[in-house]
């Protein structure tokens, strides 16, 4: 069972849009040539790099990243993008609960102003009920009166 899952992983992370490892990769670059040559053996790193489409550089704009979209470069580090998306994801999360509240709260007002509404019209009728039925009965007791 989890050698299939194994084999799957690949596939689902091409599914939902993830690459292999889309999370920020340092690359070590190995220099070929004795540490005689007055070079360090510190490791160097290289960041990737993507090109933004352009709702990607809407994003980056929309995160504050940059000014406006003709600012933001051909080519942008990973790292980079990975924060936009998410404080986008998290700015657009926190306006949905916002909405989804306030939202609510107009449901509910609105609900009780039918209720409100629907509870005044019962009242008119069961009033208008009674004073037929009062009517009635008088005009019985009248009628009864008479034939006595």
């Not at 790099?49 to 470069?73: A, C, E, G, H, M």
């Not at 306006?95 to 019209?121: A, Q, Y």
Request: glycine share 4%; hydrophobic share 30%; net charge positive.
């Amino acid at each position: 069972m989890s050698g299939s899952m194994i084999r799957l992983r690949p596939f689902i992370r091409n599914i939902r849009g993830f690459k292999t490892n889309s999370i920020l990769r340092d690359t070590k670059t190995s220099e070929s040539g004795s540490s005689t040559q007055g070079t360090s053996n510190q490791p160097k790193y290289n960041t990737d790099s993507v090109s933004p489409t352009n709702f990607q550089k809407r994003i980056l704009v929309f995160s504050k990243k940059y000014p406006s979209i003709k600012d933001v470069p051909d080519r942008v580090p990973v790292d980079l993008m990975q924060t936009a998306m998410s404080k986008c994801r998290i700015r657009i999360a926190n306006w949905m609960m916002v909405f989804t509240i306030l939202g609510c709260i107009v449901i509910i007002s609105m609900g009780k102003m039918r209720k409100s509404e629907k509870m005044e019209e019962m009242k008119t009728q069961h009033d208008e009920i009674r004073r037929q039925i009062t009517a009635e009965y008088k005009n019985s007791l009248k009628q009864q009166t008479d034939i006595k």
